[in-house]
C-alpha cells in the first residue's frame, strides 16, 4: 500500500496597513503601537484629573481607557516595560524576537513614540511616523 504525503506550501500574508501611514510592519507591531497609543492617552488623561502621571500601570486603570487586562506586560509577542521617573514615565515594548516584523519600541511623557530594529529602543532611536 502506497501512501501519498502532500506538502502545501503556505504564502505568508503580506501586511495589511489598518490605517493610512499605518507605520506597522506586522500584525504584532500594530497591536504593539496601539497598546502604546493607548497607555500614552491614558497618561494623558490621568495627568488632567491628578496634575502629575501615574507610577505604574495599574493606576491607569480609572482612566475609562485602560483596563485591568492590559496592565499585564505579556503582550504575545512582546513584553511590556514601564518605569516612572521625577515628572514622567518611560514605556518601552520588546519584542521577543528582534527582527524586521518586530522592532522596539519607546515613549514618554512627550508621547512620542520612537522605534529600533537592531536594539531596546530608546530616546534617541528614529521617530515612528
Not at 23 to 42: I, N, Q
Not at 60 to 73: A, D, E, I, P, Q
Request: without cysteine; glycine residues 6%; neutral net charge.
Amino acid at each position: 500500500m502506497l501512501l501519498a504525503i502532500t506538502t502545501v506550501a503556505v504564502a505568508q500574508v503580506p501586511y495589511q496597513p489598518k490605517f493610512r501611514g499605518d507605520p506597522a510592519r506586522s500584525e504584532s507591531e500594530a497591536s504593539a503601537l496601539g497598546y502604546m497609543r493607548t497607555v500614552l492617552r491614558a497618561q494623558r488623561l490621568y495627568k488632567q484629573k491628578n496634575d502629575h502621571f501615574a507610577a505604574s500601570l495599574a493606576d491607569l486603570v480609572h482612566t475609562g481607557s485602560f483596563t485591568r487586562r492590559m496592565v499585564n506586560t505579556d503582550r504575545g509577542d512582546y513584553t511590556v516595560g514601564f518605569r516612572p521617573r521625577k515628572d514622567g514615565f518611560e514605556l518601552t515594548l520588546t519584542p521577543k524576537q528582534l527582527d524586521a516584523e518586530h522592532r522596539s519600541f519607546y515613549a514618554d511623557e512627550d508621547g512620542v513614540i520612537h522605534a529600533d530594529e537592531e536594539r531596546p529602543a530608546d530616546e534617541k532611536s528614529p521617530v515612528v511616523k
